[in-house]
């Protein structure tokens, strides 16, 4: 049922995770329901680390990509795991902040950071600001002479790579809201910019070059652009570029069509391009970065609804409507992303029908996904949609003033709360009426 075999068939006939029947979950805490698997999410982030020890002599730092599930318990995690922390947002480094994550393994990403934001990663020292444009590098440097401080930064490059994915999830071309391009010499003004400043120290460079990729191929040739990219920093501007960030993207299997590799290939795959690029161009070992987020968390997550109205329209669509939908999981409307799924009441029985499971928002394009073949369904029945740890708790909202459900970790058969279910008073928490209103 899983890539990560956390999923099981009980006595009672009922999905199970990390030992918990999920039948039983969904009458304790309600649905809809986020359920994270703790024991996977630490396997995944351990293979990570291992990889990069055995095919890299450890030489180089996982960072979770912080945006994929971000809570003060997923922090936690990853410390205890020794992974350091991939940041885009204020809310983000705050939550690292306050989960007592170690500043020195947080890095900074974004296409534009705040004043504020800046401010906040200064104060804290965060181990790096990753600067994706020319104005953002001026006020990184302005701030840090304010504060009588040198911030230590990476460069995002679009290294011009192709990563063969969704349009909208392609980030390593020219034509992208991220970074600055080689192409076109952007980066090499960059660089001219930061050698006649003070208050900046360029340590590393940042490709990232798309998300759920397959292929291994787009991971090595970015890991070519970017190596010959710091020789010419070196040759050109004598500046010894000691750290290359290769981001994320690594695919997972969301439906039986998908074909993800192995997380250690990545790994082992870009370690001997690097390896042999470093030496033909004179340079020394560079430390690497590499920032998995998804497949991380994405295989140890499930997400449990309760059916509603079933509506068969016939000779045209079945209609299963859940009581969540894009409220929970908007990545269908957004990418038209798949999912597999079934009744967690029943997930031995076969899969006898091919529904639409729709939400409950007042949207018609409101939907979890389209054609997906399911056990036979009737109301009441507990849904479970796999692989929902990543991009689902983190694009939450609270459209038609819907609450967000909360987050359950299991573990060897023991539940635990790690964000709790809003209720209607958050929903209004922060209105207000105007005295003359």
Do not use: W
């Not at 890299?56 to 020794?82: N, P, R, W």
């Not at 795959?269 to 994405?298: D, H, Q, Y």
């Amino acid at each position: 049922m899983s890539d990560n075999n956390n999923l099981k068939i009980n006595a009672s006939g009922n999905l199970e995770i990390g030992g918990c029947d999920t039948v039983e979950l969904a009458r304790e805490y309600g649905t809809p329901l986020y359920v994270m698997d703790e024991t996977i999410i630490r396997q995944n982030c351990r293979r990570y680390k291992e990889a990069m020890d055995k095919y890299y002599d450890g030489y180089g730092l996982v960072l979770y990509a912080s945006k994929a599930f971000c809570t003060l318990a997923s922090c936690k995690i990853m410390h205890q795991e020794g992974l350091g922390l991939d940041v885009v947002s204020g809310g983000e480094l705050f939550t690292a902040v306050k989960a007592g994550f170690p500043m020195d393994k947080v890095y900074f990403h974004g296409n534009n950071k705040t004043c504020e934001e800046i401010e906040m990663g200064i104060d804290h020292d965060i181990g790096r600001f990753v600067v994706d444009n020319h104005e953002e590098l001026k006020i990184i440097n302005r701030i840090a002479g304010e504060k009588n401080k040198s911030v230590k930064i990476s460069i995002r490059i679009k290294p011009g790579v192709d990563a063969h994915t969704h349009d909208f999830i392609k980030t390593g071309q020219i034509d992208s809201k991220f970074g600055v391009a080689l192409e076109n010499g952007e980066a090499h003004e960059m660089v001219s910019e930061i050698k006649k400043m003070n208050n900046v120290e360029l340590v590393g460079v940042h490709c990232h070059i798309g998300s759920q990729i397959f292929d291994l191929t787009p991971f090595e040739h970015a890991a070519d652009v970017m190596i010959d990219f710091i020789a010419d920093v070196r040759d050109k501007y004598g500046i010894n570029i000691s750290e290359l960030n290769l981001g994320g993207g690594f695919g997972i299997r969301y439906t039986e069509k998908d074909e993800p590799l192995e997380y250690e290939q990545f790994i082992e795959a870009v370690s001997k391009v690097v390896k042999k690029t470093c030496n033909e161009k004179g340079l020394g070992r560079l430390f690497i970065l590499m920032e998995p987020g998804r497949s991380i968390v994405a295989p140890a997550g499930i997400t449990l609804y309760t059916v509603g109205s079933v509506k068969d329209i016939k000779g045209v669509r079945k209609y299963v409507s859940v009581d969540g939908g894009m409220t929970d999981n908007p990545r269908y409307a957004l990418y038209q992303a798949e999912y597999t799924a079934l009744i967690a009441n029943r997930p031995d029985a076969p899969k006898t029908e091919v529904v639409t499971i729709a939400g409950k928002c007042c949207e018609s394009g409101d939907l979890i996904g389209k054609d997906i073949k399911i056990q036979k369904t009737q109301p009441g029945d507990i849904l479970a949609v796999l692989a929902t740890g990543a991009y689902n708790y983190s694009m939450s909202m609270n459209y038609n003033r819907n609450t967000k459900p909360p987050v359950v970790l299991v573990c060897n058969g023991k539940s635990r709360l790690i964000v709790k279910r809003e209720d209607y008073m958050d929903i209004i928490r922060n209105d207000t009426i105007p005295e003359d209103l």
